[in-house]
């Protein structure tokens, strides 16, 4: 691995992590990371809930649930050395039926299994305890859940990555990688061909992951789907009505995680996301629609299946998509004391949900390698929280079995 040349494709959180990360395992090592935009953490990095997941939902013995746990620990553990906020709010899981108290166990027993520390259950007498003004019939309360700038992350690791002599290359967008004689040569949209050829290259390539996996010769699924969320802001004089994050249970049929209250870094509280197709995969605001993301999910078997299975869901968030009240309504049923606040749009989440052939969302991380290539396929939440933790799976584990 000395003075091998690596590039990395894709400056969110997790391409710049993992470019320290081989940083500092290999210091003589020359790596160099390509973002199309004109700074860092452009797109899911800085449009997200920041939420330190501490790993309640993940499926035992899978890469997220591994990967979040590990990465929690070290997302702390990297803001406290650089002195970046980091606020362990906690988190209250909500159960408001019998139905959903049900689920709520089955979520209490993945995170004993996944090794959550201190969570507990709390009955419908408790949970005032915790959360003055939520109601609910029983709880999952995870105090160590915590929120962070992801944002301010990134751009902390892009400056680590100049201090290791690492190179940043912004605003040239790559469209495909060619491997010959175990080179790997960068190639741009404007046809040209990056000077230097690589030794070992990695994609992180977020909401454009697949195009650009498949361009370099990786198979075609799964394929990005992308779904957006709305957050609202609600109005200062509200934001002390909930103290940290208050979660619904999650919906098997419909694999999101609900509309939910949200304490942000920077104190206010935000209510979000539903989740609705998005008519672009970088569409923040919701009138930039791009025909070719359109037509990629339009002629997509998979979307259409999907689709299929999930109209009831479909037509539930659409409701809170077409109007502002529904979508205050639906966090209301926890917060009953903030039926009628008023709330401000903040921006918009878009999720790079990677989907089969066959319909069913792909729900674990997916991380391939290909040659001298590794591709990260599938990093939606918990992506953010695990990305360091990604960054020691990809530099010690994928790319070291070559």
């Not at 500092?24 to 953490?41: G, I, M």
């Not at 709305?230 to 002390?240: A, H, P, R």
């Not at 923040?284 to 109209?311: A, E, H, P, Q």
Request: with cysteine; glycine share 8%.
């Amino acid at each position: 691995m000395l003075n091998k040349h690596y590039a990395i494709i894709g400056g969110g959180i997790n391409g710049l992590a993992v470019a320290r990360q081989l940083l500092l395992d290999y210091p003589d090592a020359r790596v160099t990371v390509f973002e199309k935009e004109t700074d860092v953490a452009m797109h899911q990095s800085s449009h997200n809930s920041g939420v330190v997941h501490a790993g309640l939902y993940y499926e035992p013995g899978g890469l997220k649930a591994r990967l979040c746990r590990r990465g929690a620990t070290l997302v702390q553990q990297y803001c406290t050395e650089n002195q970046i906020p980091y606020d362990e709010c906690g988190k209250v899981v909500v159960a408001l039926t019998k139905d959903e108290e049900g689920r709520l166990d089955a979520i209490y027993k993945k995170s004993m299994a996944n090794q959550v520390p201190d969570v507990r259950i709390l009955q419908a007498g408790e949970i005032q305890d915790v959360e003055p003004n939520c109601i609910g019939t029983k709880a999952l309360y995870s105090p160590r859940t915590a929120i962070v700038s992801y944002g301010a992350i990134a751009k902390k690791i892009a400056e680590e990555i100049k201090q290791k002599n690492g190179t940043l290359v912004l605003g040239r967008k790559v469209i495909n990688l060619t491997e010959k004689n175990n080179k790997v040569s960068v190639h741009f949209d404007d046809h040209e061909v990056y000077p230097t050829q690589f030794d070992y290259v990695v994609t992180c390539a977020g909401l454009q992951s697949d195009r650009l996996a498949s361009n370099s010769g990786d198979i075609a699924t799964p394929k990005i789907v992308p779904f957006f969320g709305q957050y609202y802001v609600i109005d200062e004089q509200f934001k002390n009505h909930v103290k940290g994050l208050i979660y619904p249970v999650p919906d098997p049929k419909y694999p999101f995680l609900g509309v939910h209250f949200t304490k942000r870094i920077d104190g206010q509280m935000t209510i979000g996301p539903n989740a609705f197709i998005s008519f672009g995969r970088e569409n923040y605001t919701g009138n930039k629609f791009n025909l070719t993301d359109i037509y990629d999910f339009l002629t997509y078997k998979g979307f259409w299946k999907f689709s299929s299975k999930n109209m009831p869901a479909a037509v539930r968030e659409l409701r809170t998509v077409l109007s502002q009240t529904n979508f205050v309504a639906e966090a209301a049923k926890y917060v009953p004391s903030l039926a009628d606040v008023s709330v401000e749009p903040a921006t918009r989440g878009i999720r790079a949900q990677a989907m089969e052939a066959d319909g069913s969302l792909v729900d674990d991380f997916v991380i391939r390698k290909q040659g001298n290539i590794t591709h990260i396929r599938n990093a939606p939440s918990p992506g953010a929280t695990s990305s360091l933790a990604i960054a020691e799976y990809i530099v010690r584990e994928v790319m070291s079995h070559h």
